[in-house]
């Protein structure tokens, strides 16, 4: 429990933190920005899923670089791209120089989530890994939250274009506080090469397709609404820019507080003697049923009962979150957890590119959200299959064990 709340752990927390703000800033500010560049909805859309064409297909060779030259340093190099392309945003003024920078973002948040998880492995004994994920999902859930709100009232008084300045300056402040634990981090992370298992042997393991499959499966309908719920709020439910700030703060707010409760209880029942492997799939089922819910009462719910299952599934959301890394930081465990989470993550964020585009010519067409929620509840169905199914039992893999019968041969 000690290590899981390590200065580390909370500087981990902070940079997912920063990372979702800074790739939450244009759905908030997508109304506006509609509005003064003269865009629609399907070129919202794209720019919105543009983020995720680099930020899916760069987390393999991110999660190799973190393993090679050190998740320390790929995580500090990341950050600095990505608050840079945050600030350049404040001065763009076209659709193609939007498309750059938003593919820029991309590359630069991709380092994220497998050094964070590679620096987990090694730092953090496997019993305080609900906790320390927990602390570090409070961070980049808390992020839309922070801001949705602090954006929203920034645009609100002084236009769209001071969010996006003022949030990417800000982000380079964590590279402070960040070199003075980057010593620690360095050597905490370096086993030998030899006790890495390869490409192949992590390729060959059915958890791993179900890890990323129920990862699909969670940011389809999380991306969906992180993207498309301040739209979503105004136009459907006819809110004010405002009204919208003060509800999606709060949600969002809930979920990350979800997430920690949630991170910490596993902790305990585990520590009580408990199955992780029960814990944390209970956890995931009991999610995504709700999710398939919650997004057919948004879809034709009354006002009421569509606000109330906002809330609901972004509690869910968030007591999900601390299994969807701490699963697979388990399985892999220190010598794989960077590349296993790159493979997870390139494929489980296929629907950030998919969920804000499909999003964007369902309303186009239709004009209305109710069909693109219908489409969120299918594909949360998928991730009893990943996350139950497919991840037969949750527990460090033998990697030892898989290289002695290929040295004999």
Not at 50 to 71: D, K, M, S
Not at 344 to 373: D, E, K
Request: positive net charge.
């Amino acid at each position: 429990m000690r290590a899981a709340r390590s200065p580390i752990v909370f500087l981990l927390a902070a940079v997912l933190f920063i990372n979702y703000v800074d790739r939450g800033t244009m759905p908030t500010a997508a109304h506006l920005m509609q509005g003064d560049l003269h865009l629609n909805y399907e070129q919202m859309g794209m720019l919105m899923s543009a983020f995720f064409w680099t930020y899916t297909f760069v987390q393999i060779p991110v999660g190799w670089l973190a393993e090679r030259y050190g998740p320390h340093r790929i995580l500090a190099a990341g950050l600095t791209i990505w608050a840079s392309a945050t600030m350049l945003v404040g001065v763009a003024h076209t659709f193609s120089e939007l498309l750059v920078l938003r593919l820029l973002l991309g590359v630069g948040e991709s380092s994220g989530f497998p050094s964070v998880a590679k620096i987990l492995a090694a730092v953090v004994p496997a019993k305080g890994l609900g906790t320390a994920n927990g602390i570090v999902a409070l961070g980049y859930l808390v992020g839309p939250a922070v801001g949705t709100y602090a954006g929203g009232t920034l645009m609100a008084h002084f236009g769209w274009r001071s969010s996006f300045l003022v949030f990417g300056a800000l982000s380079l402040l964590w590279l402070l506080p960040w070199s003075r634990v980057a010593g620690q981090v360095r050597t905490a992370v370096q086993p030998s090469a030899q006790e890495s298992p390869t490409w192949g042997m992590i390729l060959q393991q059915p958890s791993l397709w179900g890890t990323a499959l129920g990862l699909f499966s969670s940011n389809y309908v999380f991306y969906f609404m992180l993207n498309w719920l301040p739209s979503y709020l105004q136009t459907e439910r006819g809110m004010s820019t405002l009204q919208m700030t003060q509800y999606a703060t709060w949600a969002y707010l809930g979920c990350a507080a979800s997430a920690l409760v949630m991170g910490w209880a596993i902790d305990r029942y585990i520590a009580r003697g408990g199955s992780a492997n029960a814990a944390y799939k209970s956890v995931m089922a009991i999610a995504h049923l709700g999710s398939v819910a919650c997004m057919l009462c948004m879809a034709s719910g009354s006002p009421t009962m569509a606000i109330v299952s906002m809330f609901v599934f972004l509690a869910l959301s968030g007591a999900s979150s601390p299994g969807v890394y701490a699963m697979c930081q388990i399985l892999a465990g220190p010598r794989a957890s960077g590349r296993w989470v790159g493979i997870q993550n390139s494929l489980g964020n296929f629907p950030g590119i998919i969920a804000p585009w499909l999003t964007g010519v369902i309303i186009q067409r239709t004009g209305h959200f109710t069909y693109a929620f219908v489409v969120a509840a299918a594909m949360s169905l998928l991730g009893l299959v990943g996350w139950i199914w497919m991840v037969p039992k949750l527990q460090e893999l033998k990697w030892k064990q898989a290289v002695q019968p290929s040295a004999v041969a």
